[in-house]
């Protein structure tokens, strides 16, 4: 290799290189003198090391080739980003593999009008926290990648900064679509009785249209819709609606909100409107179910503001909210046949009421969280986001007469998250609670609180380790509500046959969960083992019983398609070993756990006050 020729100057590609700091002419938008010279340093570092591999190379090669060749030598090699200048933001998405007995499930969906249409590239790049002619920062980067991971209808998301020139990046993403079909059925022994069908990614949007239907037998057959978009008019203004008429009851959710989805958010929105009649139904021991009929009306608007910068966010605002309920009436007996009305009160006395509540919120948060990229915590493979630190959201409102309030009373909700650990051990624990008081100073009532706390441990590559707890019960609710010992969200695995339920739940729960491989590299295949232990107290729910602790064992199946999915499909097959009929009990689920810590059981929030700021506060 030929060196340098001494005395000779050597010409590099740097004329149009610059690296200023805010207040000398530059163009760097990081408020942080200190880190702008640190991004400085880096670049004049690279530019050196460039420089240097140039004037290694024989004369012959730098006659071939460009200078600017050397410099961009790592291309296609990601690196962080440290200050660059984004040129461009280039965007490839990609469908799942269609093939095998996936393509003759493919041909299926097609008939019946779910074809799968891959994701447009624009509804991707809005995604992304980075443009051209921005400076490239690695918050900015694991953010975008962050919020991609989040979407349900992308199975996989990558954002990189490639070199593109001297103190210049280009931005790579890459996505990997999830199957868009999803389904849901509920049999009678071999006999269908509930069925949903849907697709998560309609016309390549983000759309989501589920459509659902029930047998009513001796009432009548419940319809429903559910739909849902993640980017309203292109902008990140999130629209859910959900409607549903059941063979007893119905309701009916709509919301339009912009979450605080990421630190780098000023402000945060939501409004909200529901409308529900139900029928909750109380297990009684060698009788057909009783029920308590009740209607529940709520909305909302309000939002917050930030203050604080990344990773140390305070949100400051308000809501104004509404609220009636009314549970006053009579039990009514269920059998197969159809509805007796019973004619007696729960319990023997009037524990539900009607109410009407205008509302004037003040909402606090307080947001401490850093994110930390993982594997196979609530999947085979998937790569999921953890949150790391602490996140506090608080509400406190009271009535007001002049808005149509019936009393003066005042609510109060606080919803806590807290995590530590990394990718081979990490513990979270979320408590959400609500009540209220007629005013300060006399006792409260609707006292509704539930959590869950685990524990995350990879002692091998191919294995993970849960231990977890769930907790949920009610003291002096407004609304009825019912916690069953097996229920599906919340209870204990092999015991779904029995009805006995009350006002308090807890479950723990262990999981052993293995990673097998993959079936012709299309898709994650896994088995399980598990066991659950719970208890229910009775409390002051009607027909309530206390049970001692039961448990149970069993094994599961598990599935993901694509390979790395972070949708999971499980066949859990449990047996009671403590309490209850020695029976074997399948339950075949098919759900995403990756993209949140948790989700409160429906049973649990059909007891609450339906005011929330769940459309502000995106918990992890």
């Known amino acids: ?40 340093l880096s670049r004049l570092l690279r530019v050196v090391a460039a420089g240097a591999a140039i004037a290694a190379l024989p004369d012959s090669a730098r006659a071939q080739s460009p200078p600017s060749s050397a410099i961009r030598e790592a291309t296609g090699t990601p690196i962080r980003c440290d200050g660059d200048t984004v040129t461009r933001v280039e965007v490839s998405t990609r469908r799942p593999a269609f093939d095998g007995h996936s393509a003759r499930w493919r041909r299926a969906a097609r008939a019946v009008g779910l074809h799968h249409q891959t994701t447009r590239a624009g509804l991707v790049r809005r995604f992304v926290a980075l443009g051209p002619g921005a400076v490239c920062t690695e918050f900015r980067r694991a953010e975008s990648e962050r919020l991609l991971r989040a979407q349900p209808f992308l199975a996989s998301a990558d954002v990189r900064a490639v070199p593109d020139g001297p103190g210049r990046v280009r931005i790579e993403v890459v996505t990997e679509d999830e199957v868009p079909v999803v389904g849901n059925a509920r049999f009678r022994g071999v006999a269908p009785t509930a069925l949903a069908v849907g697709n998560t990614n309609l016309f390549g949007i983000g759309l989501h249209l589920e459509g659902r239907l029930e047998q009513g037998f001796a009432y009548r ?90 990773g140390h966010v305070v949100l400051v605002g308000s809501l104004l909210s509404g609220d009636a309920g009314d549970a006053s009436g009579t039990l009514v007996e269920l059998p197969d046949s159809g509805s007796v009305e019973l004619g007696i009160r729960p319990n023997g006395g009037a524990p539900y009421r009607s109410w009407n509540a205008v509302r004037v919120s003040g909402v606090l948060g307080m947001r401490a969280l850093e994110f930390r990229r993982v594997r196979a915590f609530e999947s085979l493979h998937a790569t999921q986001d953890v949150a790391r630190g602490i996140q506090v959201g608080m509400l406190a409102g009271r009535g007001i007469r002049q808005l149509g309030s019936a009393d003066e ?29 007629a005013r300060i100073g006399e006792p409260w009532d609707g006292l509704i609180g539930s959590g869950r706390m685990a524990w ?69 295949i896994g088995l399980a083992l598990f066991a659950d232990a719970g208890r229910i107290w009775a409390g002051d729910v009607p027909y309530a019983s206390a049970t001692p602790t039961v448990a149970s064992v069993g094994v599961s199946l598990l599935a993901a398609f694509p390979r790395g999915s972070q949708r999971l499909w499980r066949a859990d097959l449990a047996m009671p070993v403590r309490g209850g009929a020695r029976s074997l009990e399948l339950r075949v689920v098919n759900s995403d756990r990756t993209r949140t810590f948790w989700e409160e059981p429906r049973d649990v929030a059909r007891a609450r006050e339906g005011v929330s700021t769940g459309g502000i506060f995106t918990l992890p």
Do not use: K
């Open 221 to 310: 057959d419940g319809i429903g819709v559910r739909l849902g978009h993640p980017q309203l008019f292109g902008r990140p203004y999130q629209l859910a609606i959900d409607a549903m008429r059941r063979p007893l009851g119905e309701h009916l959710r709509l919301e339009l909100a912009h979450p605080f989805l990421t630190d780098l958010q000023r402000i945060a929105w939501q409004a909200t409107y529901g409308d529900a009649t139900d029928y909750v139904r109380f297990a009684r021991d060698g009788q057909a179910d009783a029920a308590l009929r009740s209607s529940h009306r709520a909305w909302d608007v309000g939002g917050v503001v930030r203050l604080g910068g990344a």
């Open 409 to 437: 009373d005042v609510l109060v909700l606080g919803d806590v998250y807290v995590g530590a650990g990394g990718a081979r051990s990490f513990a979270a624990l979320r408590l959400f609670a609500e009540g209220r008081t």
């Open 456 to 524: 995350y441990l990879r002692p091998f590559p191919s294995n993970t380790l849960v231990l977890s707890s769930d907790v949920a019960g009610g003291w002096r609710a407004r609304l009825p509500y019912f916690l069953e010992l097996g229920d599906r969200e919340g209870g204990v695995r092999g015991f779904r046959s029995t009805t006995t339920g009350g006002a308090r739940r807890a479950v723990v729960r262990l999981e052993d969960r293995m990673a097998l491989g993959s079936v012709r590299r299309r898709a994650d």
């Open 1 to 40: 290799m030929a060196p340098h020729p001494p005395g000779e100057a050597l010409i590099l590609p740097f004329a149009n290189w610059s690296c200023e700091v805010p207040g000398t002419g530059g163009a760097l938008s990081d408020p942080s003198p200190p880190q702008e010279h640190r991004i400085c």
